[in-house]
């Protein structure tokens, strides 16, 4: 059975970091390509960054570039999103789907309908002012 786990969310202080992990279970996390999206309180999921399984591309969004980090351990079959840097504007739960296609700016933005296929349960991130 295909499952995602997410974790390493928490409470953290504005200007912190965190580093969510995403655990794939019945596959090598480098067969896919994952990424991760939040979903802010009132707000509709929004991707924030992919890691291409065919070329180790990788994509942000405008919202996280250059605080954010996307990684995979092929080693430890895991993903990383490491957050810098953190704002109150970043708290949400976020997700690590996986995806067939390759890791596109353009699809991390705005996906295409089924672009990502398997999804976790997520896991939330809480930034204080």
């Known amino acids: 059975q295909v499952q995602l786990v997410e974790s390493g969310g928490g409470l953290v202080q504005s200007g912190g970091s965190l580093r969510l992990s995403c655990a794939p279970s019945?596959?090598?996390?480098?067969?896919?390509?994952f990424a991760w999206v939040r979903q802010r309180p009132g707000k509709e999921r929004e991707g924030v960054s992919c890691?291409?399984?065919?070329?180790?591309?990788?994509a942000y969004s405008n919202a996280v570039k250059g605080r954010f980090t996307i990684s995979r351990d092929d080693a430890k079959n895991m993903v990383h999103l490491q957050m810098n840097d953190l704002t109150p504007e970043d708290t949400g739960v976020y997700y690590c789907?996986?995806?067939?296609?390759?890791?596109?700016?353009?699809?991390?933005?705005?996906?295409?309908?089924?672009?990502?296929?398997?999804w976790g349960q997520g896991t939330l991130v809480n930034v204080s002012s």
């Open positions: 019945g596959f090598p996390v480098h067969h896919y390509t």
């Open positions: 789907p996986t995806s067939r296609a390759s890791c596109w700016y353009s699809y991390l933005i705005n996906p295409p309908d089924k672009y990502f296929e398997t």
């Open positions: 890691f291409g399984h065919s070329d180790d591309s990788t």
